[in-house]
């Protein structure tokens, strides 16, 4: 893979977070708006090992083609992460209402689509997030024009319980820090305001979409599974005209993004590794994603990605940093002790 530039990690980033933000089940409380921001500030600082690991140009292919364990360990994560993004599929396509007979239909629908966009690439992929961006923008701000007369601030209460699940459910939430892990050797320069302007912008958008459910929706965010769904229903900014095919064609390019990053990644990391069947590894792992989400539940796959999440975004690349660290100490202190003795012998 070429060369990708940091607006457009950034944009790719963006737009399959969002994607995890709009599924996210049950927001309410000001608690959580505080843990989603402190979990974003903890995300920052799980970040640091990573950039100061990608100053080393291809550390990350060196150290999985020396340990290609590891770089399965990865392709594993992302593969758990594509069949999770389809469980969340199946469970919200009631809720979003999209034109066809059944989830089932819409979701064949769209991994069709998927087939076709993973095949051109992930550099393809890059390419085309800065248009989806905008469309994204302009779904948000017509969402913000249209719920702006409804909000009502006296429903906003300092409450204390809700942090720990806003932390979990934002940690939960956030396999896009392993994807950054691997794409950051394709960057040249602004590496640090790609990454901090996508958790960032992130916990925005999420403490927007929260602060709109509590202030607009009010109890009705109750009666549905998925509040930013019902926020979309009551955010219409025209009387006599619905936003609700905007919503619709933004769910799909999000999931589409999302899902063509995990295929893309799986490709790019087969490339390094077996490069001989490299050119299956698109088609392959959509097959294998969508076995994965028959075969388990929502509650199992979050489960696992949140485990595995801080080890391969932080502890993989720290351990590694570490290690280069202690490596160039020693080649120090051993050129340190040469020139001494150097110094001795000619003395």
């Known amino acids: 893979m070429n060369k990708i530039h940091s607006n457009q990690l950034f944009c790719i980033l963006l737009l399959s977070g969002a994607w995890s933000v709009i599924c996210i089940p049950a927001l309410s409380g000001t608690g959580q708006i505080l843990g989603i921001a402190a979990a974003c500030l903890m995300q920052i600082l799980f970040c640091l090992p990573m950039l100061a690991l990608a100053k080393q140009q291809g550390s990350f292919e060196k150290m999985i083609r020396s340990h290609k364990i590891l770089g399965i360990c990865y392709i594993a994560f992302f593969l758990l992460w594509g069949a999770q993004g389809f469980v969340q599929l199946w469970d919200v396509a009631p809720a979003q209402l999209l034109p066809t007979s059944g989830k089932l239909i819409a979701a064949i629908l769209i991994t069709l689509t998927c087939i076709y966009t993973s095949s051109c690439g992930l550099r393809a992929t890059a390419r085309a997030a800065p248009f989806v961006m905008g469309l994204f923008f302009l779904s948000i701000a017509v969402l913000i024009l249209g719920a702006w007369k409804r909000i009502d601030l006296s429903r906003i209460a300092l409450e204390r319980t809700g942090f720990w699940d806003g932390v979990q459910i934002y940690n939960a939430l956030s396999g896009e820090l392993v994807i950054a892990f691997i794409l950051l050797d394709k960057i040249k320069i602004k590496r ?10 992130k916990a925005a958008f999420c403490i927007l979409i929260l602060f709109l459910s509590i202030t607009v929706s ?3 965010t109750e009666l549905t599974d998925y509040p930013f769904f019902m926020l979309t229903t009551l ?7 619905r936003a609700d095919a905007l919503y619709i064609l933004v769910f799909v390019m999000l999931y589409i993004m999302h899902i063509t990053l995990q295929t893309g990644v799986v490709g790019h990391l087969m490339e390094i590794l077996f490069p001989a069947i490299s050119r299956y590894a698109s088609p392959a792992s959509l097959f294998i994603m969508l076995l994965l989400a028959w075969m388990t539940n929502l509650p199992t796959t979050q489960g696992i990605t949140s485990i595995a999440l801080p080890v391969l975004a932080f502890l993989v690349p720290l351990l590694l940093r570490t290690k280069q660290f202690a490596k160039s100490i020693r080649k120090q202190h051993s050129e340190t002790e040469f020139r001494n003795y150097d110094q001795e012998h000619f003395l």
């Open 218 to 220: 009010g109890r009705l």
């Open 192 to 201: 640090s305001l790609a990454i901090n302007s996508y958790l960032l912008s």
């Open 235 to 241: 955010s219409q900014p025209l009387q006599g005209q």
